[in-house]
């Protein structure tokens, strides 16, 4: 039998979750950075999200993703187009994630509506395929020598500006899920 | 000969220094975490940071922290009470970041203060010696099942907040470092 606690840490969770708010990962390879996008993901209320990869699968760290990949579901693409023709299905905005110029300043985006945030490799970056089809390219500011973030941190600050907005907006204190699903997904979840 | 873009370069990541703003990582031992809060650091203006360590030296990944460490300086100790000391004799509060409840939200906080952020150890968390003596301590919201956030997650989500506030606050379009320390900063590292 689960205990009381813990099925009222699972119902909070599904509460707070953000359906129409994902991440795609364009080849992101390090078991470490994906481990800590999903841990990131877990807590802003992401409950998919997508993984591109040109490999037959892609692994995980457990540790580094403290438990995250246990109440997420991560799809494996191996086609860009199979998963934004999926997303657009869905009506979201395509972000992408550069540290190129001429992107728009990440803070000034409106992640309150359906949004899915792609992001990079640590050495190729961007696909070109991934860029095609994008709604719009958008970036972190930095003052420094270096070129870029490291993947996993780029990916939450971005994020946590879109929790930032929701909470603002309310998102977060009413059920953001179908309730039909809702109850689904917490009864499978409390009673495996 | 250097050449002039990369003076430029130089010169333009000294005028956006924030001398007043540093990191303590308080036993964080995972070389890529190391490295990821490294090159935040840079991108945010930060050049000198702080490590305390129980081992006799610490490692990053070169390839992880993308050049940044060959820009920042980071000061290694065995004990948190002598880089307390240093930084209550600057003038900085100390801000732990924690993810236990009682802690106050780290937006609610105003980071154009002189700062020092202390971020703790993958598995073991802050340590006694770094709450105590701590001013505040602050957590990161969370709405999903892990308990914790990825140490250099966490580091940047703060490190940006406080680039926020202090853009807005006009601190990355004046020189904030001593003018005299500025220019010999960019000679040197122009002309090494
Ligand atoms: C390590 S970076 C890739 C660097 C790669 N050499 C390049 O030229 O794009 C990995 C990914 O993190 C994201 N990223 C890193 N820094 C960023 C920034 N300042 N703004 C937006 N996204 C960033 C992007 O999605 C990028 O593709
Ligand atoms: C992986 S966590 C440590 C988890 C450890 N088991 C504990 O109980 O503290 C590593 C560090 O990241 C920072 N951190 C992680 N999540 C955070 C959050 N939600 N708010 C503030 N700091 C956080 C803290 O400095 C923490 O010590």
Redesign the interface.
């Known amino acids: 039998m689960i205990s009381p606690d813990r099925f009222r840490?699972?119902r909070?969770?599904l509460l707070?979750r953000q359906p129409d708010l994902t991440v795609v990962m364009d080849n992101v390879n390090?078991a470490?950075n994906l481990?800590?996008i999903i841990?990131?993901?877990?807590?802003?209320?992401i409950g998919e999200l997508h993984a591109v990869s040109y490999r037959k699968s892609i692994y995980t760290e457990q540790d580094?993703?403290?438990?995250?990949s246990?109440?997420t579901t991560l799809h494996l693409y191996h086609e860009m187009a199979t998963v934004y023709k999926k997303l657009s299905d869905q009506n979201m905005q395509i972000l992408v994630a550069s540290s190129s110029a001429g992107c728009m300043d990440f803070?000034n985006i409106d992640y309150t509506m359906p949004t899915a945030l792609v992001v990079g490799a640590e050495w190729d970056g961007i696909s070109e395929a991934a860029l095609h089809g994008a709604d719009q390219t958008i970036a972190?500011?930095?003052?420094?020598?270096?070129?870029?973030?490291?993947v996993?941190?780029a990916t939450?600050?971005i994020l946590?500006e879109a929790?930032?907005q929701r909470?603002a907006k309310g998102m977060?204190d009413s059920l953001q899920m179908e309730p039909g699903l809702f109850h689904q997904t917490l009864f499978e979840l409390a009673y495996p």
């Open positions: 840490k699972i909070h969770m707070h390090k470490h481990s800590a841990r990131s993901c877990d807590t802003v209320g580094a993703a403290a438990g995250a246990k109440w803070r972190i500011p930095m003052f420094g020598m270096v070129e870029s973030l490291n996993s941190v939450a600050l946590f929790q930032r909470s977060y």
